[in-house]
Structure formats: C-alpha cells, structure tokens
C-alpha cells in the first residue's frame, strides 16, 4: 500500500483510533441485519411480544432535512411504520393539530415510556429565544426547555441528523444562536447519536426498530449505532481498490480514488457504501463526488476544501 507524508495531502487527514472511539472491528453485521431492525420489531409488536411505543418527533433549530429524509423511506414507510410499531404524539411537521392543540399531544403521553426523538441542534443564546418551538397559554416555549423538560420524562434519546448530534451547519461559524448538539445541552452520554446530513432514513428507522424491539442497540464511546458507524466509509469504499494500489483522480469523473480531491471517507465513520441512500443506488462516491465528511463531528466547518473561512486570523 502506498503510504504518503503530511504533505501529500490536499486535506489534513486526522489518525483515526478506533480502540477510543470503542469501535469493533466487527464489520457491520451485514446488509440484512442492518436493513431488518425495523421488520422485527412490527413482526414483535403483531405478535404480542412488545408493545408499540409512544414517541416525540422535535424539530427545534435545523433545516428539518431529518423528517423529509425519514418521509422518504421506503423500507418500511412512515405510515406503515406509524400504523405497525411507532406512535409519535407529536412531530410538528406532519400532524394535523397546531400550537397549543398540538402540544396538549405532548403532554398527554408524559405519564407513559416514550422515545424523545431530537432533530435539530439546541441554541442556547438569548435563553433559547432563537428557536420558539410553541406557545402554551400564551407563553413561549423555546427549544432548549423543551429539550431539557422532554429528556427528564425519556426513557430513550436519540438526536437525529449532525445538527442534533453535534451542532452541524446550525452551529457553523459564527454561531450566533450558540446552537450546540443535544447531548452537549443536556451533559448527558446516554443520547443515541444518528448522525449525517440528513440522517439516511434506513438508519433511522433501524434504531428505533431496534429499540421498540430490543432496547438500545449496541454503540460506540460517541453514542453512535455499530450496525450503522462500526466502520469508515473508507473501509468499504468501491474505490478502495485504486486508493490501495495509489491510483488517485486528478479530476471529477473518472473511476479512480478520489482521496486527493478531498475525500473525507478515510475519516468518517458511517454506512453510506452499503444502505447509500434510502437503499437505493445513490450515494456521493456513487455519483462522482466525494464524501464531505457530513456526518463525522465537526462538519461542516473542519471539513476543508469543502468549506473554508477568509477573514484572516481567528476567522
């Protein structure tokens, strides 16, 4: 294998230590395990063996690419998985009631187990008034209460999409809302981190398959799900071959490795060479660009050439 020096990168290329990471080389567990998490846990509910459970959809800062990504899955639907194993109460994009309406909906499954599912970062700037999620007998409801008063009542916590997880582009340069991921907000490390930008709906629907049927899957020391982040994007590359025999693009189009380009696959961990996108045959390197890194922490402001800030010093 050809091994470079610093300065044969386009990119810096941070070491990744997967032994701190707590990542296994397990690989993944395989396209059919990672594909039916969600399958068994509508064949436990029709069964009698589990319950379905209640659930919280809250979008509070983000572009709310999570709900159009998980509106588009296929496999299964949203209505099917809404009908056979999930009752979210509330999600404020798709439900009929507003406002006030809608939040007595919240409320009213406070008493039972529920999954607080977060898509969007927290803004803590201003006490939280960037981001006002609802007003209750007049008064204003911003995104940072309810986050923290929902996560007190959670049995599980999952933040969906990098801006949950870790701020992403609502916390980018220069950050003026203060947006920072949820379980930075809440200081707690039992949040199950989906990461990317948006979240791939085969992804999201597996975890919470998983856990109405099992409890929490299997993660690393970031709170990420093995069966979906076990390994880099790199690993399973098609274009590993060309990266392994130093055969490298010059330029977008051709069939080569695309790590001089600045590809961020050898630093990001997640399974877009398997599921790609919503299980279809599209993904980044599918499609002749290369991984941007969105779902690694620090996306999008560390992941130069993609974005890259002038100012002079301290920009």
């Known amino acids: 294998m050809l091994i470079?020096?610093?300065?044969?990168y386009i990119i810096p290329v941070t070491y990744v230590d997967k032994e701190k990471l707590g990542v296994k080389s397990s690989g993944i567990r395989g396209r059919e395990s990672a594909f039916n998490m969600a399958k068994r846990a509508i064949e436990a509910v029709k069964s009698g063996e589990r319950k379905k459970m209640n659930a919280i959809w809250l979008e509070t800062s983000g572009c709310f690419g999570e709900a159009i990504s998980l509106?588009?899955?296929e496999d299964p639907d949203v209505l099917y998985m809404l009908k056979e194993f999930l009752n979210i109460?509330?999600?404020?994009?798709i439900q009929g009631d507003e406002d006030q309406e809608a939040l007595e909906?919240?409320?009213?499954?406070?008493?039972?187990?529920?999954v607080l599912i977060v898509d969007g970062a927290v803004p803590l700037a201003g006490d939280?008034?960037?981001?006002?999620?609802?007003?209750?007998?007049v008064r204003k409801i911003t995104a940072k209460e309810a986050v923290n008063f929902l996560a007190s009542k959670a049995k599980y916590i999952v933040s969906v999409g990098?801006?949950?997880?870790?701020g992403g582009p609502t916390a980018a340069k220069p950050n003026l809302s203060e947006a920072v991921g949820v379980s930075e907000f809440l200081e707690r490390n039992d949040v199950i981190k989906?990461?990317?930008c948006p979240a791939n709906p085969v992804w999201t629907?597996?975890?919470l398959g998983h856990l109405v049927n099992y409890g929490v899957p299997e993660l690393d020391k970031e709170g990420r799900p093995l069966a979906y982040y076990g390994e880099l994007i790199h690993d399973r590359c098609p274009r590993r071959r060309f990266f392994d025999a130093g055969i490298f693009a010059k330029t977008f189009g051709g069939e080569e490795c695309m790590f001089l380009l600045g590809c961020r696959g050898p630093v990001t961990y997640a399974y877009c060479p398997v599921s790609r996108w919503n299980d279809s045959e599209n993904w980044p390197i599918g499609d002749n660009t290369t991984c941007i890194g969105c779902a690694a922490p620090g996306f999008p402001d560390s992941m130069e050439p993609f974005v890259k800030y002038g100012g002079g010093e301290g920009a």
């Not at 470079?4 to 044969?8: H, I, L, P």
């Not at 909906?105 to 529920?114: A, Q, V």
């Not at 939280?128 to 007998?137: A, D, E, P």
């Not at 990098?162 to 870790?166: D, F, K, L, P, V």
């Open 89 to 93: 109460k509330y999600f404020e994009s």
């Open 4 to 8: 470079f020096t610093q300065s044969d």
């Open 71 to 73: 509106l588009n899955a």
């Open 128 to 137: 939280g008034l960037f981001t006002i999620i609802g007003t209750y007998n």
């Open 194 to 196: 989906i990461p990317g």
């Open 205 to 207: 629907m597996g975890v």
């Open 162 to 166: 990098t801006c949950a997880c870790y």
């Open 105 to 114: 909906e919240l409320f009213s499954i406070l008493k039972s187990e529920f």
